[in-house]
């Protein structure tokens, strides 16, 4: 059942301290939900701005459901984690006597997928690949540890760069590496890292370079940056060098990106079992639900394929 609200108008600036109002009532929340809808919250209030005619109604979330699909072709998944910023706020607007009723509620987002559409590799193209890095000097050595990462402990390329030599660490439980993700202001993740990609990780190091703890873990070794910190860009034209010399992008996977190896890896931890939970954990994912979209994907492909 829908309820009528009254129209609410709002200042932007009313609008912009009632926000940083409900990133206070926030701080118990984890990071990364903090994150999500702060990164969220502010597509909204960039848009209330340019729309001005929201007052808080129903038919007023509908419109900016709308401009998220239509006008910024945002996925199902993120149309929805933007409407559930925006019915959180609301909620915190009602709590605070602003608005009498939540206009969001009754705004539900789009249906998510049940599995991932995006391409992944499968284990002969991640042989392939592996393969096709030439690891006989400090540039082939840096490659490979970086597609490593990506591959097998499900690194984003923000993650990688960020990183640097004292964010590998020596636990009780084996070696990891400290990371920081997109819109996170700290190193507050701990990814575990397999022996063999440890490995290939101390190869590179053996051959590089690097005088104090600070300093980045890779780093560019062309002519006019060599030494400087790698940038998201350089990684992409790297991986995707390789993908390409491997035959990988065509046919079927001719949309497969860097970001894949990404997604094969989430794909993998699946396949050998992993939760949803631990899946959201390794992937750095804001909910459980998203992480589900990989463990369908798994079981999808293993019907078709006729396994049990």
Partial sequence: MTTTSSPVRMSRRALAEHFEGFLRSLRGKRPETRGTYQRALREFVRWFEKDGAFRFRVQDVERYKQHLTRRKKLSDVSVSTYLTAVRRFCEFLVSSGVLKHNPARSV????????HSRAVLGPGEVEQLLATVVRQDERGLRDYAVIRLMLDCALSEIEIIRAN???????????????????????????PIPTEVKQAIDDYLRVSSRPTPEQPLFVSAGNRTRGRRMTTRGIRDRVNMYLEQAGIKQGRLREVTPYSLRHTAAVVMADRGAS??????????????TAMIYVNHNQRNKELSGSS
């Avoid at 539900?108 to 599995?115: A, C, S």
Wanted: glycine share 10%; hydrophobic share 35%; no cysteine.
């Fill in 108 to 115: 539900e987002g789009n249906k998510r997928p049940l599995w």
């Fill in 165 to 191: 030599l004292n964010d590998l660490q020596r636990t009780e439980q084996g070696d990891v590496i400290a990371v920081q993700g997109k819109g996170r202001t700290r190193k507050d993740a701990i990814v």
């Fill in 276 to 289: 949803a939970d631990e899946i959201r954990n390794r992937m750095r994912l804001g909910s459980v639900a």
